[in-house]
């Protein structure tokens, strides 16, 4: 498995675009934070699948790879719980402000 390595040209741009963004003021609303969890829940937990079908049809070579995969998809699936957590205290909180 091969690592790529982070090339500073395109951190630096990534984090240019996140100042400009803040500077114009562009807020990006909770639903695409919420779709994106949910997105990110999906890939990971299909990767998982796929590497543990492999790993029982012994197509697999490393199963570490198994492992982080599977941690991975628990910790998607851990912080959307928790988004969805949040997001819910936060409407029960609206709810109950009188007015």
């Known amino acids: 498995m091969a690592v790529n390595p982070v090339r500073i040209n395109e951190l630096s741009s990534a984090l240019q675009k996140q100042s400009a963004q803040s500077a114009k003021g562009v807020a990006i609303p909770f639903k695409d934070y919420f779709e994106e969890a949910i997105k990110n829940v999906k890939e990971t937990e299909a990767q998982a699948r796929l590497d543990a079908i492999n790993a029982v049809a012994g197509n697999m070579d490393d199963l570490h ?19 969805r957590n949040k997001a819910l205290e936060a409407y029960n909180e609206i709810m109950r402000i009188t007015l």
Do not use: H, Y
């Not at 790879?65 to 988004?83: Q, R, Y």
């Open 65 to 83: 790879t198994l492992a982080i995969n599977v941690a991975k998809a628990e910790l998607a699936l851990s912080l959307f719980v928790g988004l």
